[in-house]
């Protein structure tokens, strides 16, 4: 039950450390998104500070330290590149981030509208840096784990959107998630793609529930997470609406008669 969240009044605010604190315990839940098990060996930083690419570590799988051993290998996990086709035709590909792919999230910034920046980081900004881009790279595909949508235009492959998950301080199965997809690409099936995915995969790792955070007045988000077909939990709270998806795999959700998830309002 979601009822076991325990609330970290010590957490550092902010949706994977991509909006600015908020105060007066808004923070219900959520845990620091701090790489797993800092190692100075490998020149892991915490967010704000500069870290190296990691590729050499993601394809040996070594661990990252005592606190938070990772118990899977940290490697990009093979199975989960999905050629997929969006509405209207176009054909893309959904598959887990790479650490090289922080230049490419940048990219994807720079051509979101101020709306959709706003709706996801919950402030307005001009820019995504690169330190930070590299932190959202750069995952250990279990705790804190991303699939990214890429098309190829002219010679060139672009990412049109990204979904992830970050671990809740409790239950052990529960994830905060979050999405985002390219303005010129929205209303084409992306979105729907990438969150099955990423629960279908969260799924085999355990993980039995999502929360997504959103503005109140962000009715198109709302709207997402009740056609994804989850059973919703959706709890109000000032500005937020509290999302709770209890995961099912895609299969079942694609054929069951009716695309809206069941939603409990509190």
């Given at each position: 039950s979601n009822e076991r969240i325990k609330i970290d009044q010590k957490r550092i605010a902010g949706s994977f450390h991509e909006r600015p604190s908020r105060r007066d315990g808004e923070d219900a839940g959520r845990q620091p998104c701090l790489p797993i098990g800092y190692n100075q060996q490998w020149a892991i930083s915490m967010p704000g500070k500069p870290f190296s690419r990691i590729e050499t570590m993601l394809q040996s799988g070594v661990p990252l330290g005592k606190e938070g051993v990772m118990s899977v290998?940290?490697?990009s996990p093979t199975g989960w590149v999905r050629p997929v086709q969006l509405r209207g035709g176009l054909q893309a590909v959904i598959r887990p981030i790479k650490p090289e792919d922080a230049p490419r999230l940048i990219d994807l910034f720079g051509r979101l509208s101020r709306e959709s920046v706003y709706y996801r980081f919950f402030f307005k900004r001009k820019e995504l840096g690169l330190d930070e881009a590299n932190h959202l790279a750069t995952v250990d595909y279990h705790k804190r784990m991303a699939f990214v949508a890429e098309v190829e235009e002219g010679d060139q492959l672009k990412l049109i959107g990204v979904a992830r998950y970050e671990p809740l301080t409790a239950p052990p199965d529960a994830a905060e998630m979050a999405i985002v997809v390219s303005d010129d690409y929205q209303h084409h099936g992306v979105g729907r793609l990438l969150l099955h995915t990423l629960g279908d995969?969260?799924?085999?790792?355990g993980y039995t529930t999502f929360l997504a955070e959103v503005l109140s007045d962000n009715y198109r988000m709302i709207a997402f997470c009740e056609r994804l077909?989850?059973?919703l939990r959706i709890k109000s709270e000032g500005t937020m609406r509290h999302i709770w998806m209890t995961l099912r795999p895609s299969k079942e959700l694609l054929a069951a008669p009716h695309t809206s998830g069941a939603a409990?309002?509190?």
């Open positions: 290998p940290a490697h995969y969260a799924l085999t790792l077909g989850y059973p409990h309002r509190e």
